[in-house]
């Protein structure tokens, strides 16, 4: 089951669970959240076209999986191994973001003009400077900033801050206008506020 939730600031959030009365179709999810919990499962860049950001991956040592070039999408992955602890989706698409909610009869809560904004994804990373190539070679411009790094897109209002420490891999999700929440064993992971 899926669900979608949008923030003033633009951000979008897709929370997925497994759906209890097709729970064979879920099986990937289900071990997901087995073996991690509730967590950030993944982020998802669109690209302006996908064979080029592939090329560039390549070129960089980073070999993607599961490339897919179906008519309307195209995708491909990299592991975690490579994004720092954490599943990255490359997306390219003619496809506006309503068009896929209304054909999948998705659950999206619209932003509300006073409501929050996910402003970031917080990750940890023991090697900043690898980091920093990653996120560069996606098309992001870094920065260094307390404690570690912070990648920007330029046509994105979400961030990533990237600390420096082991293990590798996402911590929270980092909100404007709302309180900080504790991490959840069934809801996920921790918010914090942007301060």
Known sequence: ???????RNGAKLE???????YPATDVYLAGFLARYGS??????LKVPELEGTVALLRRAGIE??????????HEAFVRPKDGGGLLIQLLWTEVEDHEWENDLGLVVTAAQSEGSGLEAVRLRHPDL??????WTTLGARVSRETPGLV?????????LQIEPGRPAGPLFLVYSHTSSLPSHPQIGPAVHTKG
Do not use: K, N
Request: charged share 25%.
């Open 1 to 7: 089951m899926t669900s979608q939730w949008r923030y």
């Open 15 to 21: 929370l997925i669970e497994p759906d209890p009365e």
């Open 39 to 44: 967590r950030i499962h993944h982020i998802t």
């Open 64 to 73: 993607p999986i599961d490339v897919s070039r179906e008519p309307l999408f």
């Open 129 to 134: 400077e690898g980091a920093a190539g990653l």
């Open 151 to 159: 990648a920007r897109w330029p046509d994105s209002s979400l961030a």
